[in-house]
């Protein structure tokens, strides 16, 4: 069953990719007592989550946190070490990776999609979210293909 607004997320264990290396994080932790723009990646080094989606949060940082977000976060199925690379190609110290590598979180909120026609197995969905002490206040996901309301300019509009 898919989250929805008004639900409290569900807690796994993600992975977040540090200059120190990889270090694990509960999500009731990590959501605990901050209000988080959180957005989701198929995967990666991927086209549009490369040039249009993590660019975009980037850019937007500062207004995010200038309407009252603490922290910007991006989650995708990969490992940290590949979530770590992402984030130093793309200069996005503003934005913290949180690696899924077995798509727990994915699963669990019930935002998962199949890329095996791509060769990349079960990921997560293109969507974003915005969290406030673990509770959503805004779901946003995507249609297949589409790159539109998980951006951080739709959410900008959202708070």
């Known amino acids: 069953m898919t989250i929805s607004v008004g639900d409290r997320l569900p807690d796994v264990t993600l992975t977040k990719a540090t200059a120190d290396g990889p ?24 086209p549009i989550c490369s040039a249009r989606h993590l660019p975009g949060y980037v850019e937007k940082a500062g207004e995010l946190k200038a309407k009252g977000v603490d922290e910007i976060a991006c989650t995708a199925v990969n490992d940290a070490f590949v979530m770590g690379a992402w984030q130093g190609a793309n200069e996005a110290s503003e934005v913290t990776m949180l690696a899924d590598g077995n798509g727990d979180f994915a699963q669990a909120v019930g935002l998962t999609m199949d890329g095996s026609g791509f060769g990349m197995g079960q990921r997560g969905q293109r969507y974003s979210m915005i969290v406030d002490d673990g509770v959503v206040k805004e779901l946003n996901v995507e249609q297949p293909g589409d790159f539109s309301v998980s951006s951080a300019e739709h959410m900008l509009g959202q708070l």
């Not at 009731?28 to 990666?44: D, H, Q, T």
């Open 23 to 46: 270090e694990q994080v509960q999500s009731s932790e990590f959501f605990k007592g901050r209000k988080v723009a959180l957005f989701s990646v198929p995967g990666a080094f991927t």
